[in-house]
């Protein structure tokens, strides 16, 4: 099983600023990872498909980059909505795994 | 819109059975791929169970295998979990989830399974 190991747990940031979060695998995935969005209450919400894909009706202020084992979630510039909690996943090996979660928080 | 709402939650006692049912609308149901993906409360994501479009493969996470079991009826847009023998640690929101090349979308707002006596 491919192991996601994301950080930092936490990033305190505020609005305006940029947000940088990584996620690692324990062995190469390819370009075949993903990015989640998840607000308290709701659903996750794709992000970021296959690394660097936005999802449809995803802001351009998200993107991502990476391959292989390292991964990383960018966001320019922080809108006040952006404040949740972010999931890599990855689709390279069965089973389908999920970092553990990054949250980004308001300073 | 594509939409897919789960329904079945509830609190059981451990070696109970509860089954989880997720309704599917606004897509081809029986095109894609579909995901179930677990949640204690303010925890990670799990992987729990999928089955492929036509019903005839699926696959479990260890944690749930022999006791879960993963079905469909394309004809109703309907996607199940039967969950038999459940332990506290099955406490969870329970998601069901589009597979869309590998990547989950959308996902349907969750129902809590609680176990407990």
């Known amino acids: 099983e491919i192991v996601l190991t994301q950080s930092p747990a936490t990033l305190s940031l505020s609005p305006g600023e940029r947000a940088t979060l990584s996620c690692r695998a324990s062995q190469s995935v390819s370009s075949y990872l993903a990015w989640y969005q998840q607000k308290p209450g709701q659903a996750p919400r794709l992000l970021i498909y296959d690394a660097s894909n936005r999802a449809t009706g995803i802001p351009a202020r998200f993107s991502g980059s990476g391959s292989g084992t390292d991964f990383t979630l960018t966001i320019s510039s922080l809108e006040p909505e952006d404040f949740a909690v972010y999931y890599c996943q990855q689709r390279g090996n069965w089973p389908r795994t999920f970092g553990q979660g990054t949250k980004v928080e308001i300073k | 819109e594509v939409q897919l709402v789960e329904s079945g939650g509830g609190l059981v006692q451990p070696g109970g059975s509860l089954r989880l049912s997720c309704a599917a609308s606004?897509?081809?149901?029986?095109?894609?791929?579909m995901h179930w993906v677990r949640q204690v409360p303010g925890k990670g994501l799990v992987w729990v169970s999928h089955?492929?479009?036509?019903?005839?493969?699926?696959s479990y996470a260890d944690s749930v295998k022999g006791r879960f079991t993963i079905s469909r009826d394309n004809a109703k847009n309907t996607l199940h979990l039967q969950m038999n023998s459940l332990r506290a640690e099955d406490t969870a929101i329970y998601y069901c989830?589009?597979?869309?090349?590998?990547?989950?979308?959308?996902w349907g707002h969750g129902t809590l399974v609680t176990v407990s006596s």
């Open positions: 989830a589009r597979d869309v090349s590998g990547s989950y979308i959308p």
């Open positions: 089955i492929s479009s036509d019903g005839s493969i699926t």
């Open positions: 606004g897509f081809t149901f029986s095109n894609y791929w």
